[in-house]
């Protein structure tokens, strides 16, 4: 079953040549006038308690009835898209950061683990919300916006979308220059709301996980296990990285312009996490025993101060 726009399948925008936020600006007029409302709202700061937080080429799920997750979201997406899925009957909701790697087996674990939530509950819509990309040099955005909506309009449920505050309708002109107007958002888990948001904290293990991003494999991977209400980093491999030493002693634009999809609309903190990543992988060209000890993942739970313990 196909992706819907107003109970239109949207066969006709994913056809070769097809600018799609175009076609869905003449066609659907309204979705344009909310991606604009949207980029008006205020950035709200998330706060530790109740959140988690959802890095690049990962997704999480949870039910509304969690009693630790009450927010899911994520930043720093420039190129990258956003996807939040949401089930109406159940609440079940999914949010993933998408970088054009493994999208087809992104969408369909994110699907699948929808379902699996909502307990093969069939009643109410799945609805698509779609943000993140502009109108960057590569193309790059308008290229991972069509391949998001193509894989979902091969999955066997129908899905209607909802938000596509994307791409074009993302974009922004700053002295001469595109750049992307949304780069993070929230959802809340209770209620379905979404907003523009940026986060103080970002969890655990962070440099561990960014370095799945640059070395790692290609996977989207599901960091949240509800029933456990355990945030689970799985072992993954990596290769040593060559270049990595080099890369570090370089000046903080050679560093944008070849680890970045972006490099003129990059946030500010994006050289520095990436040097604590280029140290990570000099220091361990391979997982060793005490990144994932036993072959496990490495699991947190939250404490009474809202933050990420680890157990495993």
Not at 19 to 44: M, T
């Amino acid at each position: 079953m196909p992706v819907f726009i107003e109970n239109t399948d949207i066969e006709d925008l994913l056809k070769p040549m097809t600018n799609i936020c175009y076609r869905i600006s003449e066609q659907f007029p309204s979705l344009q006038e909310e991606a604009i409302k949207f980029r008006s709202e205020p950035v709200q700061a998330c706060q530790p308690e109740g959140l988690l937080y959802v890095n690049q080429r990962e997704f999480a799920c949870t039910h509304p009835d969690d009693d630790v997750i009450h927010v899911l979201g994520t930043e720093d997406a420039t190129t990258c898209h956003i996807i939040v899925v949401r089930h109406k009957g159940s609440g079940v909701t999914c949010l993933a950061h998408c970088d054009g790697c493994s999208t087809k087996q992104g969408i369909e674990d994110m699907l699948a683990t929808v379902m699996i939530l909502s307990d093969g509950k069939l009643s109410g819509r799945l609805e698509l919300h779609i943000f993140g990309g502009f109108c960057d040099d590569r193309f790059q955005s308008q290229q991972l916006t069509k391949e998001i909506l193509s894989e979902f309009h091969k999955q066997p449920l129908p899905i209607s979308l909802m938000t596509a505050c994307m791409s074009e309708f993302n974009d922004v002109i700053k002295d001469g220059k595109h750049w992307p107007v949304i780069y993070g958002i929230g959802v809340n888990v209770k209620t379905g709301a979404i907003f523009p948001a940026k986060f103080l904290d970002k969890g655990p293990d962070l440099v561990i996980r960014s370095t799945k991003t640059f070395v790692g494999d290609k996977d989207m991977m599901n960091i949240y296990d509800y029933k456990s209400r355990e945030l689970r980093v799985k072992p993954f491999n990596w290769e040593p990285w060559p270049s990595a030493p080099l890369l570090l002693e370089q000046p903080d634009e050679v560093i944008r312009h070849f680890l970045s999809t972006s490099p003129d609309v990059e946030p500010p903190d994006f050289v520095s996490n990436v040097r604590e990543t280029l140290e990570y992988v000099i220091q361990n060209p391979k997982p060793t025993a005490q990144v994932f000890p036993g072959g496990h993942a490495r699991t947190y739970r939250k404490n009474e101060s809202a933050m990420w313990t680890r157990v495993i």
